[in-house]
Every structure is written in C-alpha cells, then in structure tokens.
T-cell receptor
Framework: AQSVAQPEDQVNVAEGNPLTVKCTYS??????LFWYVQYPNRGLQFLLK??????LVKGSYGFEAEFNKSQTSFHLKKPSALVSDSALYFC???????????FGKGNQVVVIP | EAQVTQNPRYLITVTGKKLTVTCSQN?????MSWYRQDPGLGLRQIYY???????DKGDVPEGYKVSRKEKRNFPLILESPSPNQTSLYFC??????????????FGEGSRLTVL
C-alpha cells in the first residue's frame, strides 16, 4: 500500500531563512508526488508535483521540491521564507494505475518575523 | 471561476440525524473525492468517483455513502451520524486527462460536529 510520512509536526523558521519541509514515501511502483498548502480556514491549494523527468520541480510562491528515488524522498524547499508562508503543508503520493491519493499528516510551518 | 463548492460550511447536528453534505464542481472533472481531516491524522480518503455512476471506497468509508448521478455533483451522506464523525470534510476534483497526474481542486471545507 502506498503511504507518505512527514516526520515533523511543526517546522519553525526565521523569516528570510531557508525553509525545508520533509516528506518520504513508500510505494510499490512509480510514484506521482504532490505538495499542497492549507491556509487557515481554507481548502488545500496545489503547490507543485513530480510526475517524471527532472528531479527538481518548481512550483507556486517560490517553492521547489527534489525527487530522490534512492532515498524515497520529496522534500519541499524555499530559499527565503516569508511570514505569509506560515501554513499547513501536505505531501501526497499516487502510484501509476492506482486511483487513490495518499496524504501525509501535514506539517505546520511557522515563520517567525 | 473554476471552483469546488461545498455546503454547508458549518453544521452541528445530533447523533442519528441523517445529513448530506453537497459538493459541486464547475470544471467538468471526471474524478471527485471526499476526504476528512483530523488533527494528527492528516487527510484520509472516504470515497471517490471516477465518473458518473462509478464510485469506490477510500481508506475510511464506514458510516458514509456517496452517489454520482451527475458529473458535477458528488454528495456525501451520513445516514446515522455518530460523534466520531465530527471532523473537517473536503471535497476535491481533478481532470482525468493525463491519467490522474493532475492536481486536485479542493472545496473550502465543511466542519461537522456531531453531538
């Protein structure tokens, strides 16, 4: 069965510092990987995805993520965090041929001014 | 504007009183899905639908029903709600062109409390 692990409940970072949100996955086939962000009292919004090709993918709001097949990871990164990046971030995985999308537990990111 | 609309956004009900949470999308998406979000558990899939009249169970389908009679609508039905169904519910949809590689569009969420 496919699954996603987001090992940290909360990530605190000072404004202007690099931000990293970790995600590892477990699948039995080729993964499709996604990052979503949830702001307070809102639905989830798509940030970026990895389907195939270049391991480094760029997405919305200056975020990027690197697919690492050997480490089964898909960490989300931003070079310089903003206070407005404070939100809940979800990693998700789908396997080719499987109609279900598995989400991680989410990471609360707090950017400190 | 492309959107997924859920109603109601907030609901307090009592154990055993049937309720329906509606979901409608205006993007002609084939795939629709319901999730519940609980602290520490993330999002868990309840049911999904690949197209009209095609539905399947997700990870936590117990106590829920769905139907897909029209492409745009995918209501979630709680026949006899219980307190453990108190949660934040999200409906989502995606275009199936490209074989489910597209991103999900989420509704704003429906916060349900069962007393």
């Amino acid at each position: 069965a496919q699954s996603v692990a987001q090992p940290e409940d909360q990530v605190n970072v000072a404004e202007g510092n690099p931000l990293t949100v970790k995600c590892t996955y477990s699948v039995s086939g080729n993964p499709y990987l996604f990052w979503y962000v949830q702001y307070p009292n809102r639905g989830l919004q798509f940030l970026l995805k990895y389907i195939t090709g270049d391991n480094l993918v760029k997405g919305s709001y200056g975020f990027e993520a690197e697919f690492n097949k050997s480490q089964t990871s898909f960490h989300l990164k931003k070079p310089s965090a903003l206070v407005s990046d404070s939100a809940l971030y979800f990693c998700a995985v789908r396997v080719y041929g499987n109609n279900r999308l598995a989400f991680g537990k989410g990471n609360q990111v707090v950017v400190i001014p | 504007e492309a959107q997924v609309t859920q109603n109601p956004r907030y609901l307090i009900t009592v154990t055993g009183k049937k309720l329906t949470v509606t979901c409608s999308q205006n993007m002609n998406h084939e795939y629709m899905s319901w999730y519940r979000q609980d602290p520490g558990l993330g999002l868990r899939q309840i049911y999904y639908s690949m197209n009209v009249e095609v539905t399947d169970k997700g990870d936590v389908p117990e106590g829920y029903k769905v139907s897909r009679k029209e492409k745009r609508n995918f209501p979630l039905i709680l026949e006899s709600p219980s307190p453990n169904q108190t949660s934040l519910y999200f409906c989502a949809s995606v275009n199936l062109k490209g074989g489910l590689t597209g991103e999900l569009f989420f509704g704003e969420g429906s916060r349900l409390t069962v007393l």
